[in-house]
């Protein structure tokens, strides 16, 4: 099982698994060429960036911890750590840290800017001009996944990322999208792990005021996606409502349990 916070539909539906997220609806955008810092984006100040910890996160010289907004990167543990790094980890903090350590940045937020342990949550414009976000997610470096009221420039991202998957780029080389249904036998999902799923949706079916998507005829042993209340407002709120989400093809992104 995997909760859905937030769905973004395209030519499929999105969704991710992180803290509860916003809704829209996405129009393709061109891949490729550098996109400017999307317009709905709030300048939130600056940071001088002095490093670069192993969770992908900025830490300014004036001690701030700034989170990447929209995108996750794949986990880098030490050695001694209970968990292993993800595939290609220590190749994406690299191209995190040569691009940011020692440069000032201008930082752009939405919605929530602070996250619950007091880091700021934003996007990053680099010296250069280009948008972080983008040029990590069209090298491979990370994935696009998003908050509740996280949604400016995600058509560009996902545009991106779907590049650098069909390029095999950074990530791409070794992540599988695992296609959940009773015919596939959920081939290729691992309880723990970050994943991407997709799969069209049997039944839809509402207990205790959680909302489970259920992508097998039994819940029991086939995948289901759980959409907490708190998140079913936020559906509703967009103008979406997943009860009528049966017979739609969806993709879900996060941790599986």
């Not at 976000?133 to 400016?152: K, N, P, S």
């Not at 036998?185 to 997709?198: H, L, V, Y």
């Not at 103008?239 to 969806?250: I, N, R, V």
Request: proline share 3%.
């Amino acid at each position: 099982m995997v909760k859905i916070c937030n769905l973004f539909a395209e030519k499929i539906l999105r969704a991710s698994g992180a803290v509860l997220a916003a809704v829209t609806l996405l129009t393709a955008e061109a891949a490729g060429a550098d996109a400017p810092m999307p317009a709905a984006l709030s300048n939130c100040g600056s940071a001088t960036i002095r490093s670069v910890e192993s969770t992908a996160t900025l830490v300014a010289a004036n001690g701030d911890r700034i989170q990447l907004a929209s995108v996750k990167m794949p986990e880098l543990w030490p050695a001694s750590a209970a968990y292993g790094s993800w595939p290609h980890a220590a190749w994406a903090h690299k191209n995190l840290e040569s691009r940011t350590r020692g440069k000032t940045v201008e930082l752009f937020c939405e919605g929530e800017a602070i996250s619950f342990d007091g880091q700021k949550i934003a996007h990053i414009l680099l010296p250069t001009g280009e948008w972080l976000q983008q040029q990590l997610v069209r090298e491979g470096a990370a994935y696009v996944f998003t908050r509740r009221d996280h949604t400016a420039g995600l058509a560009q991202l996902y545009a991106d990322e779907d590049s650098a998957r069909a390029n095999s780029l950074g990530v791409w080389q070794t992540t599988k999208i695992v296609v959940a249904d009773s015919q596939a036998n959920n081939e290729g999902m691992r309880t723990g792990w970050f994943q991407i799923i997709r799969g069209t949706v049997l039944d839809v079916a509402t207990v205790r005021r959680q909302t489970f998507l259920n992508f097998g005829a039994d819940w029991r042993k086939d995948f289901t996606a759980e959409i907490p209340a708190r998140a079913l407002r936020a559906f509703k709120k967009a103008g979406m409502d997943p009860l009528t989400f049966q017979a739609k093809y969806l993709e879900v992104r996060g941790w599986v349990t």
